[in-house]
RNA sequence: GCCCGAGUGGUGGAAUGGUAUACACGAAGGACUUAAAAUCCUUUGAUCGAAAGGUCAUGCGGGUUCGAAUCCCGCCUCGGGCACCA
């Protein structure tokens, strides 16, 4: 009898091995085919390392240890994305700095990584953190600054009041603060924007390029929002000025009878004397401004509005004379700013009833019934139909009648088609310490001498980068919403770099997202002083060849780096070769839930340290568990109990293989089941099925332990290896008690036999009517001749079929035969 | 409201047009043990039956097919995303 496992022993002992010796080092511009797979580097939080964590980096863990072992170059890197605010927080809290606060964390992770055996390139470490790293984060802000797609604008941010922090509205979940649940609040604050609407439709079409999973292609699609139609442009009476209005059912354009403006449009500023109402107009808007975007976007709510006194527009297709209002669910930010208002929309419609503006409707449903009460004003309908009212377009379809109306606007200098996006400008600035500094200088003399907005706005010069963190006391963040870096004089007041003169460094820092844009380039290439990554390394390992995370990130992380990606691609800091996606294939991995089926999480006490099922039962055992629990990209609750199973497994396999090889050959059934599984896993693994391919490896062990003789040398050699991926340690240390010759991860992947796994022999399945009424053995390849005098002649099917007339022999070659009566 | 995804034993799940319930957990019984744990063996969808065996079952209702968990139509429930987007 041998040893008993002892995980603890044998995982230590293979790390060790493992990482002294650079087993998973990567080398840039080896003669191998290179695979570049990447998991969302982590925030190193306090509470260490998430099973969910480990369920994402196992299995591409799993990919990467399968990849080398055919032969690849595999680059499967690892790093902390560490600026952020319960970082900042804690350090508040403690009264330490908050670069210490993440020294201390980053090691336990480091430690709690190596602990599970990943095969990451620890030499290719990085940290967003290191200003040997946000050198390179900031001078994309530069670039971005100088190719215009940075600016700095007075707008309404979204606020917490909790983390004294303005938020991008992606990090606002149903008006609430993504971190802490507070209700956001507006506020008008100078930001530094980026232009990443620019990008809009590239960020679209080129999800054609890509394999990502199809939710995520249809979520970022959905988020940037893209719809086609035309801008219509409808004079105003008695001035000379114009309102544009970007429509798509320009098809119901006979039918509108006014036009309403979001309260904050510019015109009504530019023409205040010219609204007989105004005060009413400004006091309307004043509400709308107070209230919070959650109440103003509350579709059970009343709908309100105020008409602009004095102010009518002609509708380019009627001529007829229309009055303005103006309506607080029409906001500034899409389209124009401004909608024209008929009949067959919901909101206008109750709008017009409400303050009895007269309707005309021109679009017919198919539906007769329907059709009359939407004549009647009775009904609003929304949907597409044929059109009346309508002048020459009269009978045409809604879908025809559009591009048709368009051009005949067009022609008389109405109307253009246009393209526009939900998708908004990324809010850049934060009001906090832990992050990057913005390089950015304030120059007042020079911004007295141009007339744009950004005048004034230096960038810092490149030789004078990075913008390090002062060192300071104080980083508690202040109810001002000013950064906590505008109080320290010293650091603020700086030279201009263009006049010489006493200027100001901004002092707000970048969002948490900054950091993580394009840390996948800095892995190619961590160590460069000089660019933040060489061309020839990045044209070597770009693009990364499967990237999993979490969906969370989908509209956030994922988006803002492929759009960076993009950006640096135009101004060449990327190799045209590499193409404008950083990303060939982008997959996800399901939350790991607690007990229950509970979002895990401390306050209710049901959270998971891996540490503790380390300890208690190995890291293969959770690595094994983490595949097994269920399909990957499927949300799964956390189950102990599970776990248990999954060390029964490996003990069971560590008895056999200490104690089931044979010296002479395999039994023929078990060598047949083997190939088998080897099939089966080198598939399943591809395809991301993860847990039927640790079901395939117990039933294959099932099969071993009831053999008669086992496995040879040869076979279990076989078995190690394509166990490896799962249980790193454990083959690594059963290689070694078999005596077989050099590390098992370092072995040739096995090909599967074909022939061996042809059955000779098959069971039919014979059916009656589509039932199964027996099962026969059979040869593999019969024919259907040879089947049907089989079956015919087993007393059961004489039995069912009794004088039944047979209609139709339904006949599937080897598997199964169907006879109907 | 709109757009995705999912619904299968006591539980996690397998099977994507051809033997439904693989694999694992749990449970029950047994072996070993003074005892327990561990381990091993047996049973384990429901139901009728002494058994052989039958019948019913993949959220619900219909359809296509020789044959449907799987494809189509309608509905219900749950999860996710978006949401006065003109």
């Known amino acids: 009898m041998s040893a008993k496992y002892n995980p603890k022993k044998i995982e230590e002992k293979w790390q060790e091995k493992w990482y002294n010796s650079g087993a998973f080092k990567a080398k840039n511009g080896s003669k191998k085919k290179k695979f570049y797979l990447l998991v969302e580097f982590p925030y190193p939080s306090g509470?260490?390392?998430?099973?969910?964590?480990?369920?994402?980096?196992?299995?591409?863990?799993?990919?990467?240890?399968?990849?080398?072992?055919?032969?690849?170059?595999?680059?499967?890197?690892?790093?902390?994305?560490?600026?952020g605010?319960?970082?900042?927080?804690?350090?508040?809290?403690?009264?330490?700095?908050?670069?210490?606060?993440?020294?201390?964390?980053?090691?336990?992770?480091?430690?709690?990584?190596?602990?599970?055996?990943?095969?990451?390139?620890w030499s290719r470490e990085i940290n967003t953190t290191d200003p040997k790293y946000y050198k390179w984060t900031q001078w994309i802000f530069i670039q971005l600054f100088k190719n215009g797609l940075a600016y700095k604008d007075k707008i309404a941010i979204n606020w917490c009041s909790s983390c004294k922090i303005g938020l991008a509205n992606e990090e606002v979940i149903d008006g609430k603060c993504e971190r802490c649940g507070t209700k956001v609040e507006k506020r008008e604050k100078e930001q530094w924007m980026i232009k990443i609407t620019n990008y809009a439709d590239r960020l679209i079409k080129d999800l054609d390029q890509v394999d990502y999973l199809e939710k995520i292609k249809t979520q970022q699609k959905d988020w940037i929002g893209e719809s086609h139609g035309a801008l219509l442009r409808f004079k105003v009476e008695g001035i000379e000025e114009t309102l544009d209005v970007f429509t798509t059912r320009i098809d119901t354009i006979f039918s509108g009878t006014f036009l309403i403006l979001a309260p904050g449009h510019a015109f009504i500023d530019k023409y205040k004397n010219k609204i007989e109402n105004i005060d009413e107009v400004l006091k309307y808007r004043e509400e709308v401004k107070n209230s919070s975007d959650i109440d103003r976007t509350n579709q059970d709510k009343d709908i309100t509005g105020v008409q602009l006194k004095g102010i009518t527009v002609r509708n380019p297709a009627t001529n007829e004379e229309m009055p303005v209002w103006t309506a607080d669910f029409v906001l500034e930010q899409y389209g124009t700013g401004a909608v024209f208002a008929d009949a067959h929309d919901k909101r206008d419609f109750k709008m017009a009833k409400k303050y009895s503006i007269p309707l005309r409707t021109s679009i017919k449903p198919d539906d007769e019934a329907l059709a009359q009460k939407v004549k009647n004003s009775e009904e609003c309908f929304e949907g597409e139909g044929t059109l009346y009212n309508s002048m020459q377009f009269d009978g045409l379809k809604s879908i025809e009648a559009r591009p048709q109306i368009i051009l005949w606007l067009a022609s008389k200098g109405f109307a253009q088609p246009k393209v526009s996006y939900k998708l908004r400008d990324w809010v850049f600035s934060r009001q906090h310490y832990w992050g990057e500094p913005i390089p950015m200088i304030y120059c007042k003399k020079c911004a007295l001498m141009g007339g744009s907005p950004q005048a004034g706005w230096r960038p810092v010069e490149e030789k004078d980068l990075p913008v390090k963190l002062p060192n300071v006391k104080k980083y508690v963040p202040t109810d001002t919403g000013e950064s906590p870096l505008s109080a320290i004089k010293k650091w603020v007041e700086i030279k201009c770099p263009e006049c010489g003169g006493l200027a100001q460094r901004e002092t707000d820092t970048m969002p948490n997202w900054a950091g993580s844009n394009w840390y996948y380039l800095r892995y190619t290439d961590p160590k460069n002083g000089k660019k933040l990554a060489d061309e020839s390394i990045v044209k070597y390992w770009m693009p990364v060849d499967w990237y999993n995370g979490g969906m969370e990130h989908t509209t956030l992380h994922l988006l803002y780096s492929r759009f960076i990606f993009k950006f640096l691609w135009d101004i060449k800091a990327v190799p045209a070769t590499v193409g404008a996606e950083?990303?060939?294939?982008?997959?996800?991995?399901?939350?790991?839930?607690?007990?229950?089926?509970?979002?895990?999480?401390?306050?209710?006490?049901?959270?998971?340290?891996?540490?503790?099922?380390?300890?208690?039962?190995?890291?293969?055992?959770?690595?094994?568990?983490?595949?097994?629990?269920?399909?990957?990209?499927?949300?799964?609750?956390?189950?102990?109990?599970?776990?248990?199973?999954?060390?029964?497994?490996?003990?069971?396999?560590?008895?056999?293989?200490?104690?089931?090889?044979?010296?002479?050959?395999?039994?023929?059934?078990?060598?047949?089941?083997?190939h088998k599984t080897i099939k089966k896993i080198s598939e399943d693994i591809e395809l991301m099925k993860f847990n039927t391919s640790v079901s395939s490896m117990m039933e294959f062990i099932n099969a071993w332990q009831v053999s008669e003789k086992g496995l040879d040398k040869k076979d279990s050699s076989y078995f190690l290896i394509i166990l490896s991926p799962f249980a790193p340690h454990l083959a690594e240390e059963l290689w070694e008690t078999a005596e077989l010759k050099g590390m098992c991860s370092q072995q040739k992947w096995p090909k599967f036999d074909e022939k061996l796994i042809e059955e000779k022999n098959i069971l039919l399945i014979v059916q009656i009517n589509g039932k199964v009424r027996d099962k026969i053995e059979a040869k593999s390849g019969i024919s259907q001749k040879e089947a049907e005098k089989l079956v015919m002649a087993s007393d059961k099917i004489k039995a069912f079929l009794g004088e039944a007339e047979v209609k139709k022999i339904i006949f599937v070659p080897n598997k199964l035969i169907n006879i109907v009566i």
Request: charged letters at 25%; aromatic letters at 10%.
């Open 47 to 83: 509470d260490g390392l998430h099973v969910g964590h480990c369920r994402s980096y196992t299995a591409l863990d799993v990919v990467a240890r399968k990849r080398r072992m055919q032969g690849y170059n595999v680059l499967y890197p690892m790093g902390w994305d560490a600026f």
């Open 582 to 674: 950083p990303y060939k294939k982008r997959t996800s991995h399901g939350m790991v839930l607690g007990e229950g089926g509970i979002k895990m999480s401390k306050s209710k006490g049901n959270v998971i340290n891996p540490d503790t099922i380390v300890k208690q039962y190995g890291a293969d055992t959770l690595r094994l568990y983490e595949m097994f629990m269920g399909p990957f990209e499927q949300m799964i609750p956390w189950d102990t109990k599970g776990v248990v199973g999954c060390r029964r497994f490996i003990e069971k396999v560590y008895n056999l293989a200490t104690n089931k090889i044979t010296a002479e050959k395999t039994d023929e059934g078990l060598k047949k089941i083997l």
């Open 85 to 121: 605010l319960p970082t900042e927080n804690y350090a508040i809290k403690k009264g330490v700095h908050p670069s210490i606060v993440t020294k201390k964390n980053t090691d336990n992770f480091r430690r709690q990584m190596k602990s599970l055996g990943w095969s990451f390139d």
